[in-house]
């Protein structure tokens, strides 16, 4: 079983003394990282003379897990472990032996939020070149921890730079079209403007009104005479047709 991708975990505990009334003691860093995929090693130290760790294998880490009491899948307890150490409260218990000697045991306590398991480590002190080596793994673990989110944040204001170029180039472009528009729609008023002051457009109401003058009713009384006229013509045209007749009659009777 393999823990899998797990980022390098740093952060400064809490320090509790237990039987002792107050000591001032140099301030701790703890470090968590995998030396390999299938093992989680935990070391805390104050660069002076006190440099503690503890190596945790999977199966280990599944022992421990039913301890505490958490269920559910390893990798779910292994991201409680990292949530825990991130974000929660996190404590160095140091227990003092003597006055000379320093702190006998230490645990490493870690709990996500106030009602929630707590997850207790042990931790075993390291001497001479074995304490030298953890603190120079805490040291450029650290130190590339720090490089990497450093490059993560210039990415982000690059990213931050082009955005805010992009908006001041759409911005422009909007300014102009609400320029163009502008002179566009004031042209447009003009043109109505002139269209109906212009004198072609006079000539034509003027020459709608002659219309509507030449198409106007005639008047009764000449009604009267041009349908009498018609009828007059009518009845000419009747007799000379009835004469024509008469004398063609008369031909033949002959």
Not at 21 to 50: E, Y
């Amino acid at each position: 079983m393999e823990i899998g991708d797990f980022a390098a975990i740093f952060g400064e505990p809490k320090v509790e003394w237990i039987n002792r009334a107050s000591l001032t003691s140099h301030p701790f860093l703890f470090h968590v990282h995998t030396p390999n995929p299938s093992h989680l090693r935990f070391c805390v130290t104050d660069f002076h003379s006190n440099t503690w760790e503890s190596t945790k294998s999977t199966l280990q880490l599944h022992d421990m897990r039913d301890e505490i009491g958490i269920g559910g899948a390893m990798s779910e307890f292994v991201d409680y472990i990292i949530t825990s150490l991130k974000f929660g409260d996190v404590r160095l218990r140091l227990e003092e032996q003597s006055v000379d000697d320093g702190a006998a045991c230490a645990k490493l306590c870690a709990q996500k939020s106030k009602g929630m398991p707590v997850f207790s480590l042990s931790l075993t002190k390291l001497f001479d070149c074995a304490a030298s080596e953890a603190i120079a793994t805490l040291s450029l673990g650290l130190f590339n921890s720090l490089k990497a989110k450093e490059c993560s944040l210039l990415k982000e204001q690059e990213r931050s730079l082009q955005l805010t170029t992009m908006i001041s180039t759409e911005k422009e472009k909007y300014e102009s079209i609400q320029s163009q528009l502008g002179q566009y729609t004031k042209k447009q008023k003009l043109q109505n403007m002139n269209a109906s002051n212009s004198p072609d457009k006079s000539i034509g109401h003027h020459y709608i009104g002659l219309t509507k003058t030449t198409n106007r009713a005639v008047p009764a009384h000449r009604r009267a005479k041009t349908r009498g006229a018609l009828l007059q013509d009518s009845e000419d045209d009747n007799e000379q047709e009835h004469s024509l007749r008469s004398t063609s009659e008369d031909k033949v009777d002959k």
